[in-house]
């Protein structure tokens, strides 16, 4: 079990988080390949339990990976888990959607932890092609569900 204020291995930073309109400098938390920060999650997806989230970010593409609707301790618990499975610094976003089954296994496994949409770090599931986000139903059916 980890402990709410294990903050071991994790370095406060600023990390370049990438969008739709090009990538922006967010201050979070730091660890490998990975990046979090705390965010809001306003985006009117009725599934969504809290009004924030913890973002956890793949630096080496600058993409979110995952939005956890937890504690920041589920969160780090969250990236614990996924880490294992591939080499992240050597993952990209051509490479990425390979990851979506073992992510929906996941998050079926956790359930209300990942905020659904928020499946890979692919960011053609995560924004349209002009620059809006999906919504929920696209999102769900561009993650596989």
């Given at each position: ?11 406060a ?24 920060d ?72 956790n ?17 349209n ?17």
């Open positions: 079990m980890i402990r709410q204020d294990d903050w071991t291995g994790w370095t930073g600023a990390f370049e988080a990438a969008g739709p309109s090009g990538t922006t400098t967010m201050a979070g938390w730091l660890r490998g390949p990975f990046a979090m705390f965010r809001p999650t306003n985006d009117g997806n009725p599934q969504v339990l809290t009004p924030f989230a913890w973002v956890v970010t793949h630096l080496p593409t600058g993409w979110a990976m995952f939005a956890v609707q937890g504690s920041a301790a589920e969160a780090r618990a969250v990236v614990t888990d996924v880490e294992p499975w591939t080499d992240w610094q050597a993952m990209t976003l051509e490479a990425s959607p390979f990851m979506g089954k073992r992510v929906r296994e996941y998050s079926e496994a359930p209300g932890l990942l905020i659904p949409g928020s499946l890979t770090i692919n960011p053609g599931v995560c924004w092609g002009d620059g809006s986000r999906p919504t929920f139903d696209e999102l769900l059916a561009g993650a596989g569900w």
